[in-house]
């Protein structure tokens, strides 16, 4: 495959989910020399991010993201990705050499109103469906993600949108994948617009 060298540019639009997420389920998909960082007793937060990548992007494609918990190396906190799924054969390609990712194909089927069915052929992965937003201000953000590149890496992403704080419903049938992990409705939505995400190459920590 063909794939772009990091730095990757991803511009248009996403949501984030945040979930309280037992760390008995979360822990069975991160590495032991990363430690889960619980916020209530046996708690920690994951998440979704859904996005859709669009022209002008390093490379145009929708994605999905399942964070099981935040973590802890060396002082630093940051997300480890358990499930991720993209619908272009490049993104799959970079994903696994230059972040260790483990992309899969999926298909995207979006709606409308801005939200989204993922599915793999016929099983369902998630159904999002935003209802009402209150529109925030344009932020600029930056995050710090792990991964694993035949030892423990690093890399950061900063992003800058027009966030809004949502409602949202999201559906994980029992046949996805992380319908284990994520097994509650949002405690917090947030839509991003006119999104500019910079992903940078990792760097081996640890």
């Known amino acids: 495959m063909n794939y772009p060298l ?3 540019i991803l511009r248009g639009y996403g949501f984030l989910t945040l979930h309280l997420v037992d760390v008995a389920q979360a822990e069975k998909y991160i590495p032991t020399d990363l430690e889960i960082v619980q916020v209530l007793p046996g708690k920690t937060i994951g998440g979704i991010v859904l996005g859709k990548y669009e022209p002008g992007s390093t490379l145009t494609y929708g994605e999905l993201i399942v964070v099981p918990a935040l973590v802890r190396q060396g002082g630093n906190i940051g997300a480890w990705i358990s499930h991720i799924y993209v619908d272009d054969l490049n993104s799959i390609a970079g994903g696994h ?3 260790g990712l483990p ?3 999926a298909q995207f089927v979006w709606q409308s109103n801005g939200g989204a069915m993922v599915k793999q ?3 369902i992965l998630c ?3 935003p209802t009402w937003q209150f529109n925030l201000w344009r932020q600029r953000g930056q995050f710090g993600t792990y991964s694993s590149l035949e030892q423990l890496a690093r890399f950061e992403s900063e992003a800058i949108a027009n966030l809004s704080l949502i409602s949202a419903r ?3 049938p029992a046949s996805s994948p992380f319908a284990h992990m994520i097994r ?4 917090l939505a947030l839509r991003a617009e006119s999104l500019e995400l910079t992903v940078a190459a990792p760097k081996r920590v640890g």
Do not use: C, S, V
């Open 6 to 8: 990091a730095p990757w």
């Open 97 to 99: 050499k230059i972040w």
């Open 103 to 105: 992309k899969e194909e």
């Open 121 to 123: 052929g016929d099983r």
């Open 127 to 129: 159904d999002f469906m």
């Open 170 to 172: 999201l559906d994980i």
């Open 184 to 187: 509650t409705q949002p405690w």
